[in-house]
């Protein structure tokens, strides 16, 4: 058993000394020893929406200055603050290493912080293993150039905005069953760690730096709050939130940051100097819109065999960043329909609340899109000062050849013109285009409720 940071270095330092040039050494640090290494999405299942994958990849590229547009490079990036990617951590560092091995993830209760909406805020710690073993997983992969070119493997440990990366001299291996290399094999040894006896040099600070240094970091808790009705909660939730739920109700919401990154903390003054809440923004809209998923409203109350329900769609927030470029990058994307494994779609109009007021008011609007092979049906819904819904008829659209154009049907719009409808439609049919060319990001809800969206 390795018992300090000196007798580490001389085995690695023996094993280095073993192995061709073409091969690099990386390492793994686990408090528990497992049959396999295995990524976070590897582990569990996760939303796979290319729409919502594409969303992630643009919000690092508005922060980093390394990336361009490399996707899976921004995810392994992503996976250093907590966002489940195919990627397992690795470090070419085995004082870091042996620092997780020592050191167990301790999930702390959110800190909530009130406003027009309770915000939540995720803290975690690591918390020091005074007792028992540590391991550190030795990696020996040859031809390591090569994974690096194919971006199997990744060296992120040079990020100039997004220091924790840095600080952990932070490699990713792609790990995506049943696709090879599996990282598995690369295992040549399990080191073990007595942490009785070992003594780290590193401390939490600087394994994870605030965001006061860590400017990617802080750019990532700057991100808007999205709002979630208690219905939307599951019993675990409930029984985490227990306490604020006694103070929440339909018109007074729970809200989490749109990346959901959790803040890591030695103690409450960490969050406290970094001060979030004074800037923070929150999308708003009405309880109806909220609570979509109740609405029992066919579509064949106005059109008759055309059986959907609005309660059914899936539901894209629009922030009004997200509004503005939709309606204002025109020309770089044709028009597509949102791919977002619906027909069915819910747009609502969102708004900004700040922490001690908001500069909105009603009516608040939604448009819903059904889509029956190349025939686009829109009906308004708008939500009044009462909190009621008004859901009347739009107009419909034939969608060929990236163009929509207007066709008469029974019970339409009494407005008589549908071309003023047209430019609202168009924006939303150009999501997919404007997520791929990373104008706009469309991400899952925070709470991961199903078929709720936000675009930012």
Known sequence: ??????????????????????????????????????????????????EVENGWNTIVNRISTKSGNNFKYNHAVLQ????????????????????????????????????NSLRLQDKVTYKPEVEGLGYIYVLEIPNYKGLIKDNYLFNISEEEIFIRPKNQDAYLLLDQPPRIPNPNSFV??????????????????????????????????????????????????????????????????????????????????????????????????PSPFRLWKNITFNLSEIHSGINCRLGDATKITI?????????????????????????????????????????????????????????????????????????????AYLFRGNKLTPVDIENECSCGNPNQHLKIIEAFFRIHGQTERQKTALIQHPFAVENWMVLL
């Open 1 to 50: 058993m390795i018992k300090s940071e000196a007798e580490l270095n001389e085995i690695i330092d023996e094993i280095i000394r073993g192995i061709p040039d073409t091969s690099i050494v990386l390492f793994r640090g686990q408090t528990e020893k497992f049959d396999e290494l295995r990524s976070g999405k590897a582990r569990r299942n996760t939303l796979n929406i290319p």
């Open 80 to 115: 250093h603050y907590g966002f489940p990617t195919y990627y397992l951590d690795l470090t070419s560092n085995p004082i870091i290493a042996a620092w997780f091995a020592s050191n167990t993830f301790t999930q702390l209760r959110p800190t909530t912080w009130i406003g």
């Open 188 to 285: 040549s040894k399990i080191l073990e760690i007595d942490r009785e006896k070992f003594l780290s040099s590193k401390t939490l600070k600087e394994v994870f730096p605030h965001p006061n240094i860590d400017k990617g970091y802080s750019q990532l808790l700057s991100e808007p709050f999205i709002q979630c009705p208690p219905f939307y909660l599951n019993e675990e939730m409930r029984e985490e939130n227990k306490e604020t739920l006694k103070f929440s109700s339909n018109d007074y919401v729970f809200a989490k940051r749109a990346i959901n990154i959790p803040f890591y903390i030695d103690d409450d003054n960490d969050l406290f100097d970094f001060k979030p809440k004074r800037n923070d923004l929150t999308i708003f809209e």
């Open 319 to 395: 922030s009004p960043k997200g509004l503005f470029n939709l309606m204002n990058f025109k020309d770089e994307v044709k028009l597509e329909w949102a791919k977002v494994n619906s027909n069915n779609i819910f747009f609502v109009k969102g708004e900004y609340d700040h922490d001690i007021g908001s500069d909105h008011q009603p009516p608040y609007s939604g448009i819903w899109l059904h889509r029956n092979d190349d025939l686009i049906f829109e009906t308004s819904v708008n939500s009044n000062e009462n909190g009621a819904l008004e859901i009347t008829p739009g107009h």
